[in-house]
T-cell receptor
């Protein structure tokens, strides 16, 4: 059974710091992995999607890596800003055949302090 | 471009009442989804649709019904509200098969059953 774990559950950093959020999954047979951002009282915004054949994806100050063999993904945020404060969720999609189902982590709540 | 719009944003129901959560998207997406998000549980897929007239159950469909008469709309119906259905409900949509495209989320409906 695929399980997704995100550590830490909460993180507080000063502005300007580079930081890493972790996501681990128990079954390496995945189709892709996505990172989302959720602001309080809002829906989720897709940040990065990494296909199983890829090692990383970048968007601006964000870089997500994927290591299927070890069941890990990291989201690297460079030069963090107070506007980055949100909950970050990762989700793993199961292989084709049941590919509408995302398995979600519980998220890391990030606070970037001015 | 409004994206995915959910109404209402908040609602309190009494046990046994019924209601419909509305979801509409203006991106001409074929795929639409309903999730619920509970503290400490992650997001769970309730129902999804791959196009007008086609719906299918997700992980937790009991107590809910959906319809998809148009591409734009995907309402979720609770027939006999129960306290266990207290949750935040998110509607999402995607253009292509979700394995290839990220999902776009609405801002959610916060529902309390008392």
């Amino acid at each position: 059974k695929q399980e997704v774990t995100q550590i830490p559950a909460a993180l507080s950093v000063p502005e300007g710091e580079n930081l890493v959020l972790n996501c681990s999954f128990t079954d390496s047979a995945i189709y892709n992995l996505q990172w989302f951002r959720q602001d309080p009282g809002k829906g989720l915004t897709s940040l990065l999607l990494i296909q199983s054949s890829q090692r990383e994806q970048t968007s601006g100050r964000l870089n997500a890596s994927l290591d299927k063999s070890s069941g890990r993904s990291t989201l690297y945020i460079a030069a963090s800003q107070p506007g980055d404060s949100a909950t970050y969720l990762c989700a793993v999609r199961r292989p084709a055949g049941n590919n509408r189902k995302l398995i979600w982590g519980l998220g890391t709540s990030l606070a970037v302090n001015p | 471009n409004a994206g995915v719009t959910q109404t209402p944003k908040f609602r309190i129901l009494k046990i046994g009442q019924s209601m419909t959560l509305q979801c509409t998207q203006d991106m001409n997406h074929n795929y639409m989804y309903w999730y619920r998000q509970d503290p400490g549980m992650g997001l769970k897929l309730i129902y999804y649709s791959v196009g007008a007239g086609i719906t299918d159950k997700g992980e937790v469909p009991n107590g809910y019904n959906v319809s998809r008469s148009t591409t734009e709309d995907f309402p979720l119906r609770l027939e006999l509200a129960a306290p266990s259905q207290t949750s935040v409900y998110f509607c999402a949509s995607s253009w292509a098969p979700p394995a290839h495209q990220p999902q776009h989320f609405g801002d959610g409906t916060r529902l309390s059953i008392l």
